[in-house]
């Protein structure tokens, strides 16, 4: 089936809605339309806004950067964009495990290791989290996903080799565009039993400092009340394009 028919699917009931994103239902069982909010969110839904167009900026950032991994060999959801704010992507059953990688000292991690934020580390450091935001996200290990049954290891092994692979991918992709990847948060799916990259890629889910100044150009910006939010978000999309 080509990607030209696939993107006459029709829009069905929603199926969830997340702080940033909604999915909804196709009329081909296997794909789903991914949705992008302009709502915003921090530290777990306490903190509630909304950026102009950042709906339609995250839609084309992780759009273009989905296609570049796909076409960089990383297996993802991400099918094809249909308009300003959906995109068409295969249905995953979502493994409630995000995989964080960190280049550079920031955020959660200067707090907990009493670190100033912009240290690069000399590897980069990779990190599990439980998806439950009744318990904040918290952050786990492989004993922690064996001991509780939350996923299969062998996936969770996958997952964090994967990561390193979008890492090293990635970080040449910003870099050659001016921007400093800090760090960034994955999220894995499995669709027919293959274990797939999904949700998305942006400023929401990515820290991007510029190269040159170390101006911060993503969701901190609405986190710390920086101001020029909006403005941050359209820079990365214009950089991310071209």
């Not at 950026?51 to 759009?63: H, R």
């Not at 993802?76 to 992507?89: K, P, R, S």
């Not at 964080?100 to 009493?114: C, D, F, P, T």
């Not at 996923?151 to 692979?165: C, F, G, K, S």
Request: charged residues 30%; hydrophobic residues 40%; aromatic residues 8%.
């Amino acid at each position: 089936m080509s990607v030209k028919h696939l993107t006459r699917v029709n829009r069905l009931k929603m199926l969830y809605e997340g702080k940033a994103k909604s999915i909804y239902a196709t009329d081909e069982a296997e794909l789903v339309i991914q949705h992008f909010k302009d709502d915003a969110t921090a530290f777990n839904g306490e903190k509630k806004g909304e950026i102009a167009n950042k709906g339609a900026m995250n839609n084309q950032i992780s759009a273009r950067i989905f296609f570049f991994l796909n076409e960089s060999g990383i297996k993802t959801h991400y099918i094809a964009t249909l308009n300003e704010n959906d995109q068409l992507v295969k249905k995953l059953a979502i493994i409630p495990v995000e995989v964080v990688v960190r280049n550079v000292v920031a955020g959660s991690l200067a707090k907990r290791m009493g670190k100033e934020e912009g240290t690069e580390l000399d590897d980069p450091v990779v990190e599990l989290y439980y998806k439950d935001d009744s318990l904040g996200d918290p952050m786990i290990n492989r004993f922690h996903v064996n001991s509780f049954k939350i996923a299969d290891l062998e996936h969770i092994r996958v997952m964090e080799v994967e990561a390193q692979r979008i890492n090293n991918l990635l970080w040449s992709f910003f870099d050659e565009r001016g921007l400093l990847l800090v760090d960034f948060k994955l999220e894995f799916g499995l669709h027919q039993g293959q274990l797939l990259l999904g949700d998305e890629i942006s400023p929401d889910t990515c820290r991007l400092w510029d190269k040159e100044t170390g101006e911060k150009l993503d969701k901190d910006r609405f986190r710390r009340d920086l101001g020029k939010v909006e403005e941050s978000y359209k820079e990365v999309m214009d950089r991310v394009m071209k």
